[in-house]
């Protein structure tokens, strides 16, 4: 049972313009939730996260907004970077440090 | 810098032999580590929480005796792939929370083992 889904396994995205990575969970427990960057070989580094008393956490270049009705979340990088390119997870947690990861989507921004 | 350091990052090995990998959170103390497994293209799916001092805890359709872990100290937990086969072939990551970060979790580097 896949709590967490990226229905999108790949997106390509022209350098300069805007990324949207999609994240949908069943989990109505879940109350935090966390995007993850991952290049081969290597462990996932944190993004950015958002609580569920939020709709949208800003860093930088990246946006999370959270539709809680929908059980929605999304990524948005703007402007896009080459290296920007890798593998994108979404996670969730309700109480507790473990996480329930996406199934991921890879990110490849074109020059 | 990094904050978990796993080791090795790559094994190779026999059907039927045990490999060990360890994951040491560097700069904080951790009761407890989670491990993850990695299938090509897939999520990571948790295996097994690791608890300093007692039993670990696994997930549903994780073999324990397979999979031996062990947290003898608040910052070095360690998996066992026992009599390992091919299809035991993954990349393992192993994680651990630390306190006032920004990240609830930080992951050591994955380990990637190979079943011949």
């Known amino acids: 049972d896949q709590q967490v889904k990226q229905n999108s396994p790949s997106l390509s995205v022209q350098e300069g313009r805007i990324s949207i990575l999609n994240c949908d969970y069943t989990?109505?427990?879940?109350?935090?939730f966390l995007w993850y960057k991952k290049y081969p070989a290597e462990g996932p580094t944190f993004l950015i996260s958002?609580?569920?008393?939020?709709d949208k956490n800003e860093d930088g270049r990246f946006t999370v907004f959270l539709n809680k009705s929908a059980k929605h979340l999304s990524l948005h990088i703007v402007p896009s970077q080459p290296g920007d390119s890798a593998v994108y997870f979404c996670?969730?947690?309700?109480?507790?440090?473990?996480?329930?990861f996406g199934t991921g989507t890879r990110l490849a921004v074109r020059p | 810098g990094a904050v978990v350091s796993q080791h090795p990052s790559r094994v190779i090995c026999k059907s039927g032999t045990s490999v060990k990998i360890e994951c040491r959170s560097l700069?904080?103390?951790?009761?407890?580590m989670f491990w993850y497994r990695q299938f090509p293209k897939q999520s990571l799916m948790l295996m097994a929480t690791s608890n300093e001092g007692s039993k670990a805890t696994y997930e549903q359709g994780v073999e324990k005796d397979k999979f031996l872990i062990n947290h003898a100290s608040l910052t070095l937990s360690t998996l066992t792939v026992t009599s390992a086969h091919p299809e035991d072939s993954s990349f393992y990551i192993c994680?651990?929370?630390?306190?006032?970060?920004?990240?609830?979790?930080?992951f050591g580097n994955g380990t990637r083992l190979t079943v011949t």
């Open positions: 996670a969730a947690k309700s109480s507790g440090d473990k996480l329930t």
């Open positions: 994680s651990a929370p630390r306190t006032g970060g920004v990240s609830p979790l930080h």
């Open positions: 958002i609580s569920s008393i939020k």
């Open positions: 700069d904080f103390q951790a009761t407890t």
């Open positions: 989990n109505s427990m879940f109350d935090y």
